[in-house]
């Protein structure tokens, strides 16, 4: 596709569910970042991927957040045993050079997670 | 990387009006993006400002760097309905870049 897609949409979990969230980034793009935004908030970090290498991943709140991207193209953010404090809008990014900023991040729609 | 922060927190207006928010940030930058959210949606990348430029145009955005403030500018000439959504800065330095993002300046602009 033309853009960043992330799937599903919307996510409802009870307390305690696993949850994966799918980022498929715009093809040939290097940089993929993951964020959280909470309502009313601007996107906090979470982890930053350059091809398959996760470089930076100090964002992530708990070791209960975990993100792959074992091929270098779609990414999966996981959460294990979620709690209501995640509930938060999941955002993806991608871009097609890392470095000094010069490439704009190009971001999903995001993936509503609404812990019960 | 640093976190820009963007002022006013919210902003309301009439249509046609135009609309200015800001944004500072602490240490010495690479660039500046600012980006744009609609509700319910992802950022959308508007424009790029380098250090060594002042100002930038992109059709009824203007964006102005005062490198000696740490501050940034964007303003919306002639605003619209459909302008309104939230605006974030993402100043840029050193250089492993992970863009980092304030609360933004929500704007509403009324019919």
């Known amino acids: 596709g033309a853009g960043v897609s992330q799937s599903p949409r919307y996510k409802v979990a009870k307390r305690g569910q696993d949850v994966a969230l799918r980022c498929d980034p715009i093809?040939?793009?290097?940089?993929l970042f993951w964020y959280q935004q909470a309502l009313g908030q601007g996107p906090e970090f979470l982890t930053y991927?350059?091809?398959?290498?996760?470089?930076?991943k100090s964002g992530l709140p708990s070791d209960r957040f975990f993100a792959e991207r074992p091929e270098g193209s779609v990414s999966t953010l996981k959460i294990q045993r979620t709690q209501q404090e995640d509930s938060a809008v999941y955002l993806c990014?991608?871009?097609?050079?890392?470095?000094?900023?010069?490439?704009?991040?190009?971001f999903g729609n995001g993936t509503r997670l609404t812990v019960t | 990387s640093q976190q820009g922060e963007e002022d006013p927190q919210a902003l309301s207006i009439q249509e046609g009006e135009n609309a200015t928010m800001n944004c500072s940030y602490k240490?010495?930058?690479?660039?500046l993006q600012w980006y744009r959210q609609n509700s319910g949606r992802g950022l959308v990348h508007l424009i790029l400002?380098?250090?060594?430029?002042r100002e930038k145009h992109s059709g009824r955005l203007r964006v102005t760097l005062d490198t000696s403030k740490k501050s940034s500018s964007l303003l919306i000439t002639a605003s619209r309905a459909a302008d309104t959504a939230s605006y974030f800065c993402?100043?840029?330095?050193?250089?492993?870049?992970?863009?980092?993002f304030g609360r933004g300046t929500s704007l509403i602009v009324h019919p």
């Open positions: 990014a991608s871009s097609l050079v890392s470095g000094q900023g010069q490439s704009p991040l190009h």
């Open positions: 093809s040939g793009h290097v940089s």
């Open positions: 991927f350059q091809n398959e290498a996760q470089l930076d």
């Open positions: 240490t010495s930058i690479n660039n």
């Open positions: 400002i380098r250090s060594n430029e």
């Open positions: 993402a100043p840029s330095s050193g250089g492993s870049y992970i863009p980092t």
